[in-house]
């Protein structure tokens, strides 16, 4: 036999599945994966069959339908007031995670140090040790999951290529302040870094706060990757488009690499979006998932969960179970979907060293019967 030899150290299953598995087998109530339960806006939906049934199904273009860039190059244009170019800086993709990893195939030679502020989003980790990159963790600091920079500053070497951040995060629902993003810059100034900023949930954000973009902050942006994800915008995460923003010449390098991993992406679904976003359509989404996270943090109250901070945007809240356990938290996880009927992730998934805190993740982005359901089963803790 051939032998195959692994391309990275992760779990051959991601917890994601596993996870989804075990609430399908256990007939549980599935608040692990992030992905809405709800429909989408059927004017969506509609411009997609209408897309199908007019004639666009061939090939789109490399970077994408010109009307998505401009649609997307408008929308942020008009939501973040900077100037983005449709043509030279916007790249559509299958998805952010695919994003992601073009991002780091377009950039990573082997041997170069990735920054990788965990918890973090699962692929960051197998999609640089994919790419032959070396992957340097560092945590941040529980129970606010807020950026030590020194520790940053000292993980940082001749070697680093990229640190990749995530605001509004998942797992923990932190956001980056504007002097996040400062430091950030004082911290790569002078180096040969570039930055992933990973801002799928920026939509998604709550309490009055506000979402800063690192295009909005012109000495970063020169040499970052901004990365996005219509899903979490239009609750259509099956559809798996995303998109990419980033100068000029980094756009120029990403698009080496997409044009033989994936060439274009699904045309009538580019087709649905240009056409739902240019009729000026309100997206009222952070609004609603606000709404669900304060429901879900009432049916909390009600329950032995530790809540140590809402959720400041994504889809997320973290809770601490110590009132109920001290098992480790993928064994208190698994006990939870077959035993008490709903799921969760462990957020020791989110460390390359499966370090626990002892806290367990809910997605709170589903219809308000889903999450009563889920207190209702709790409720025989
Ligand atoms: C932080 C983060 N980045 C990227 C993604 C992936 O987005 P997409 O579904 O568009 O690949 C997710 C999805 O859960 C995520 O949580």
Not at 125 to 138: D, E, K, T
Not at 252 to 266: E, G, L
Not at 289 to 313: C, D, I, S, W, Y
Request: with cysteine; glycine share 6%; aromatic share 12%.
């Amino acid at each position: 036999m051939p032998t195959i030899t692994p391309k990275h150290s992760a779990a051959p299953t991601t917890i994601f599945t596993v996870m989804s598995a075990l609430a399908g087998q256990h007939n549980a109530i599935n608040l692990s994966q992030g992905f809405p339960d709800f429909p989408l806006d059927e004017r969506l939906s509609g411009l997609l069959q209408e897309a199908a049934a007019t004639g666009w199904n061939q090939y789109s273009p490399m970077a994408g339908l010109p009307a998505l860039r401009s649609a997307v190059a408008a929308d942020f244009t008009k939501r973040y007031d900077v100037g983005v170019d449709a043509d030279t800086e916007v790249t559509i993709t299958p998805g952010a995670t695919y994003a992601i990893y073009t991002a780091f195939t377009a950039i990573l030679q082997a041997g170069d140090e990735v920054i990788v502020l965990e918890p973090a989003y699962d692929s960051y980790l197998p999609n640089i040790q994919m790419n032959g990159g070396r992957v340097v963790p560092v945590a941040l600091t529980a129970p606010d999951f807020g950026v030590d920079w020194n520790k940053v500053k000292a993980a940082m070497s001749a070697k680093t290529k990229a640190i990749i951040i995530n605001t509004p995060h998942n797992p923990t629902g932190a956001v980056w302040a504007r002097e996040d993003w400062d430091t950030l810059a004082e911290v790569v100034r002078d180096t040969d870094c570039f930055v992933l900023s990973d801002e799928v949930y920026e939509q998604l954000i709550f309490d009055g706060k506000r979402h800063y973009s690192v295009l909005e902050h012109p000495e970063l942006r020169e040499r970052s990757f901004a990365l996005y994800s219509f899903g979490k915008v239009f609750n259509n995460t099956g559809w798996k488009i995303g998109f990419c923003i980033a100068p000029p010449a980094l756009t120029d390098a990403f698009r080496k690499i997409h044009q033989f991993a994936a060439f274009c992406v699904n045309t009538p679904a580019q087709y649905a979006l240009a056409a739902y976003m240019s009729a000026g359509i309100p997206n009222n989404v952070g609004a609603l998932m606000e709404g669900k996270r304060n429901f879900f943090l009432n049916l909390l109250q009600e329950l032995p969960f530790t809540v140590h901070k809402p959720a400041g945007g994504s889809y997320f809240q973290l809770v601490g179970y110590e009132q109920i356990s001290d098992m480790p938290d993928l064994d208190f996880a698994k006990w939870l979907t077959i035993n008490h009927g709903v799921a969760t992730i462990p957020i020791s998934a989110f460390y390359h060293n499966g370090h626990d805190d002892k806290l367990i993740r809910f997605c709170f982005a589903k219809k308000e019967a889903t999450l009563l359901a889920a207190s209702e089963k709790l409720r025989s803790l």
